[in-house]
C-alpha cells in the first residue's frame, strides 16, 4: 500500500514524469482501489495546502525594527573610529618618537675620542644625554595616552565577545 | 500598505540605505517564518522570539546574501538553524527532539490558546492541532512544501538535506499527519477527509 501511496502522493505533487504521469492516470481510470486512495489523498492534499498560517503580534515587524536599532547603537568602537583618527595617532606617536630620538642624538656630547685605543685605555667617556624634563613629561604622558587607548580597546574587545557569548554566536 | 517591491529590489534597496524598507520584507514574510518558528517551539512566546531573532539575523547578513536562491528559502534556512539552537538551548537533547513522544503531551494537555479557539473548531483548526503533534522536522516541512512554496530542492537547501531525503520524509510526514487526523478526530476525521 505504502508503494501505492507514495505513487500517488508523487502524481499528486507533479514529481512524476509525462510518461509515469499518464499510466497512472490510467490505473486511476480503470482501477477502483487506486481511484479511492487518489480521491483520499488529492482531498488531504488540498487540506493541507489550506492550512492557515499564524499571526505574529501587531507588534512584531515594530520589535524587529527596534532590535535592529539597538544593535545597530550597540556596534563596538572600533568598527565606528574614522579609520583617519588612527592614522593620526599612528603619526602623532611616530612624529614624537622622531623628535625624541633627534633631540637625544642631538643632545649627545660627540668629543668624547673617536676610537678606543686596544693598547691604551679602553674607557670611553659617553655623556648620558641631556634631556629636559619637557621632553620627558611628554615622554610619559605619551605612553599614559597609549596605555589609555590600548586598555579602552581590550575592553571594547572583551564586552563585544560578552555580547556575541549573549547572543549565543 | 507594502511595498510592491519585488523581494531583490527591496534587499538592493536596504544594502543601498533604505533602511526602512526592511520593515517591508519582515512585514512580508513574518507569518510564514512565524508559523515555522511556531512548528518547532510549540508556543507563541519562544515563536515570536524565534522569528524576531531569525529577521534580525538575516539583516545583519543581508550582504552575504548572494541571490543564488529565492529570499524565502535563504530566510528559512536562518529559520530552522535558529529554531534548532534555540531548542538545544533549552536543553532539550536531540534523543527527546527525535522521540515523539515528547509531542505527544500536547495531545493530552491542550494549552489555553486551544480551548479558547475551541469554540470555532474548523477543518483548519484540526490540521493545525494535529501538525502541532507532529515532530518538528515534520511540520516544518509540510509547512514549507504547502505554504512556503518552496521546491523539494528549494526546501532541501533550507534544511541542508538532499532533495530526495526531503521526498521521503514529506511522505512518512503526510503519513504520519493523517494518522494523527484520524486518531484525533475518530469519526470527525473520516468527514474531514
Given at each position: 500500500m505504502n508503494n501505492v501511496e507514495e505513487t500517488l502522493w508523487n502524481y499528486i505533487d507533479g514529481n512524476c514524469s509525462p510518461d509515469e504521469q499518464a499510466a497512472i492516470s490510467k490505473l486511476i481510470a480503470s482501477d477502483e482501489s487506486y481511484r479511492l486512495k487518489y480521491n483520499e489523498l488529492l482531498a488531504l492534499s488540498q487540506e493541507f495546502a489550506a492550512i492557515e498560517l499564524d499571526e505574529p503580534s501587531m507588534a512584531f515587524t515594530y520589535n524587529v525594527i527596534e532590535a535592529i536599532r539597538k544593535e545597530?547603537?550597540?556596534?563596538?568602537?572600533?568598527?565606528?573610529?574614522?579609520?583617519?583618527?588612527i592614522l593620526g595617532i599612528a603619526i602623532f606617536?611616530?612624529?614624537?618618537?622622531?623628535?625624541?630620538?633627534g633631540y637625544a642624538l642631538f643632545s649627545m656630547d660627540w668629543s668624547?675620542?673617536?676610537?678606543?685605543?686596544?693598547?691604551?685605555?679602553?674607557?670611553?667617556?659617553?655623556?648620558?644625554p641631556a634631556i629636559s624634563s619637557d621632553v620627558k613629561k611628554m615622554a610619559f604622558e605619551g605612553f599614559i595616552f597609549f596605555d589609555v587607548i590600548l586598555a579602552l580597546f581590550l575592553f571594547d574587545k572583551s564586552l563585544r565577545r560578552k555580547n556575541l557569548q549573549k547572543q549565543g554566536l | 500598505m507594502q511595498s510592491k517591491l519585488s523581494d531583490i529590489e527591496l534587499i538592493e534597496q536596504v544594502l543601498a540605505g533604505n533602511q526602512a524598507l526592511y520593515a517591508d520584507l519582515v512585514k512580508r514574510h513574518q507569518r510564514f517564518v512565524f508559523t515555522l518558528a511556531m512548528r518547532f517551539a510549540k508556543n507563541r512566546e519562544d515563536a515570536e522570539e524565534i522569528?524576531?531573532?531569525c529577521f534580525v539575523?538575516?539583516?545583519?547578513?543581508?550582504?552575504?546574501?548572494q541571490q543564488q536562491s529565492k529570499f524565502s528559502t535563504w530566510l528559512y534556512s536562518i529559520v530552522y538553524t535558529t529554531a534548532m539552537t534555540f531548542l538545544r538551548k533549552?536543553?532539550?537533547d536531540t534523543d527527546s527532539i527525535d522521540d515523539e513522544d515528547t509531542f505527544m503531551q500536547v495531545e493530552d494537555k491542550p494549552s489555553a490558546y486551544d480551548l479558547y479557539n475551541a469554540e470555532n473548531k474548523s477543518r483548519s483548526f484540526y490540521l493545525n492541532q494535529a501538525i502541532e503533534q507532529l515532530l518538528p522536522d515534520d511540520a516544518?516541512?509540510?509547512t514549507m512544501f504547502y505554504k512556503g512554496e518552496q521546491s523539494l530542492e528549494e526546501i532541501g537547501r533550507a534544511l541542508g538535506m538532499e532533495?530526495?531525503?526531503?521526498?521521503?520524509?514529506?511522505?512518512?510526514?503526510?503519513?504520519r499527519l493523517k494518522e494523527k487526523l484520524e486518531r484525533n478526530l475518530k469519526h470527525e476525521a473520516k468527514e474531514l477527509i
Open positions: 545597530e547603537a550597540l556596534v563596538p568602537l572600533k568598527s565606528t573610529i574614522n579609520k583617519r583618527i606617536f611616530a612624529v614624537t618618537l622622531t623628535l625624541f630620538v668624547t675620542p673617536q676610537l678606543p685605543n686596544f693598547i691604551g685605555n679602553l674607557s670611553v667617556d659617553i655623556q648620558a | 522569528a524576531q531573532d539575523k538575516a539583516y545583519r547578513s543581508l550582504s552575504s546574501f533549552r536543553r532539550i516544518a516541512i509540510i532533495a530526495n531525503t526531503v521526498k521521503v520524509k514529506l511522505f512518512r510526514a503526510r503519513q
